[in-house]
């Protein structure tokens, strides 16, 4: 069983930077890989960005890349996506997301099966 733990959302301002975490109860996430989707109300959840915790690979969303970052935190074990250049079209919950997926889909919402319970961002004036 694989507990997440996703937090740091919040309310922002146009143009900020922001970083979210994710932690598991293991401290550790072994082979698997991580990743944050979001959903904004009335729309579906989206993928984000993802990160393989042992060999490090990352891949991101064409809405978010160039902006973002996602890492991992050995000693902490945890996991981050850090996002510049916030835009009111980022606003959503925020959620991280751990299994083994196949590279093929790693970006799709039913290939996770351990969810964080979610975070809210709110990119505002």
């Known amino acids: 069983q694989v507990q997440l733990i996703d937090a740091g959302g919040g309310v922002v301002q146009p143009g900020d930077s922001l970083r979210l975490s994710c932690s598991t109860s293991?401290?550790?996430?072994?082979?698997?890989?991580v990743a944050w989707f979001r959903q904004a109300p009335g729309k579906e959840r989206e993928f984000v960005a993802a990160?393989?915790?042992?060999?490090?690979?990352?891949w991101y969303a064409d809405s978010v890349k160039g902006r973002s970052s996602t890492s991992r935190d050995r000693a902490r074990g945890a996991v981050y996506l850090n996002i510049d250049n916030l835009i009111s079209e980022d606003t959503a919950t925020y959620y991280c997301?751990?299994?083994?997926?196949?590279?093929?889909?790693?970006?799709?919402?039913?290939?996770?099966?351990?969810w964080g319970q979610g975070t809210q961002v709110t990119v505002s004036y």
């Open positions: 293991g401290g550790t996430f072994g082979d698997y890989a």
């Open positions: 990160i393989r915790w042992s060999g490090g690979g990352t």
């Open positions: 997301a751990a299994e083994r997926p196949i590279v093929s889909t790693i970006r799709s919402v039913s290939a996770y099966y351990y």
